[in-house]
């Protein structure tokens, strides 16, 4: 299979297209319209500091439905104890910065590169990217974070400083995301401890119609607040924020270029230098000045949900534009809308989040299924 070489244009190849071990592409770069665009179509970057940005999209995919998540009997009773303070996005930075620096047995580097955590620090900022912490006292022990897309979460990374801390924040954030009516958590990589929670394979055709069916619902975009009951202990942490609560958009495929299909990438093999450009070959239609997407409130139209993703200029048919919504201050409407530009080529059928592994000690690394390259 070739690995595509990334433009500064606004496409992927088709995630199809990716080699056995999932490795998709490399370069471009982590643009709020890249990162978005690339989530919304299976694809997320991995890679360490000393290594080019690689783009990966493997397959089987490990899911997880908020709705079905297992529970231990010890960490159920460990949750009744009420150990912690849960909040959500209280700490984002302080989140990220403890996945990335908390040592891990056996690895001695992280793919929470200074780059990735200034992209996703800035999809936090824009009301897409969520952390959920867990206090003890006034202390961070534990959390996990990663990118909502609709009605899909993209979990990227966890770690805990005391027993069952980031298990813990965990479920609490899968029941408060059924309690938003969302429809799966992308788990990225299979691994036993994730299995254990109730994460289940899927191939790539079916993965691909529930994340685009996914990413069709309404947007929550803003500050996320958990539900008190959830929140485990009274006190601890900093106090709550005072944003207004998430507004709600609703985001559907519209182009009027038809076009849009002839997005390029540069193919190559690996370990070879000669490149030859690849037009029309399953490459993603998306481009942030073609923008292919409007938000609107409320129930507005959507892409039709459930349905693999059909070709932009397809989806367009007959649609009106929209007006171009409010968003949350700070947030760019072409960041949002660039995540529905166009659709991977025809045909297209870490979590890197892994909540630990067994028992975790006050001295327990962080955990990430996501293996460090």
């Given amino acids: 299979m070739p690995v595509f070489a990334l433009t500064d244009e606004l496409v992927f190849p088709d995630p199809g297209q990716a080699e056995p071990d999932g490795l998709l592409a490399l370069g471009g770069d982590l643009r709020p319209e890249r990162v978005l665009l690339a989530y919304a179509h299976g694809i997320f970057p991995w890679n360490s500091e000393d290594e080019p940005l690689l783009w990966w999209s493997p397959a089987p995919r490990a899911v997880l439905e908020p709705g ?77 974070y990663g990118l909502a897309l609709g009605s899909v979460f993209c979990g990227e990374s966890m770690f805990a400083r005391a027993d069952d801390a980031s298990k813990i924040a965990f479920v609490a954030l899968a029941e408060q995301l059924r309690r938003w009516e969302f429809s799966m958590i992308d788990c990225q990589v299979e691994s036993d401890h994730l299995r254990r929670f109730g994460a289940t394979p899927l191939e790539r055709v079916a993965f691909m119609r529930r994340l685009a069916a996914g990413v069709a619902q309404p947007w929550r975009v803003g500050l996320w607040t958990l539900d008190e009951e959830l929140a485990g202990r009274a006190e601890g942490g900093p106090p709550a924020h005072t944003a207004g609560p998430p507004v709600m958009w609703r985001m559907s495929q519209e182009t009027g270029d038809a076009s849009a299909g002839e997005g390029r990438s540069r193919r190559k093999r690996r370990g070879r230098g000669d490149c030859e450009l690849a037009r029309g070959t399953g490459a993603s239609t998306g481009r942030a000045a073609e923008a292919a997407s409007e938000m609107s409130r409320g129930t507005g139209g959507s892409a039709g949900s459930g349905a693999e993703a059909a070709p932009a200029s397809e989806a367009s048919r007959g649609k009106k534009d929209a007006p171009e919504p409010d968003l949350p201050r700070g947030t760019d409407p072409g960041v949002v809308r660039g995540a529905a530009e166009g659709t991977m080529g025809a045909e297209t059928e870490d979590t890197n989040m892994s909540p630990g592994t067994g028992g975790e000690g006050a001295a327990a690394s962080g955990s990430s299924g996501r293996r460090e390259p």
């Fill in 68 to 144: 079905a998540i297992a529970v231990p009997r010890s960490l159920a009773k460990a949750i009744r104890r009420r150990p912690y303070r849960i909040t959500l996005d209280l700490a984002f930075e302080a989140v990220i910065a403890a996945c990335a620096e908390t040592p891990r047995p056996g690895q001695d580097r992280t793919w929470i590169t200074p780059a990735i955590r200034a992209a996703f620090t800035d999809l936090h900022r824009r009301g897409l990217a969520h952390s959920v912490e867990a206090w003890d006292g006034e202390e961070l022990v534990g959390g996990l």
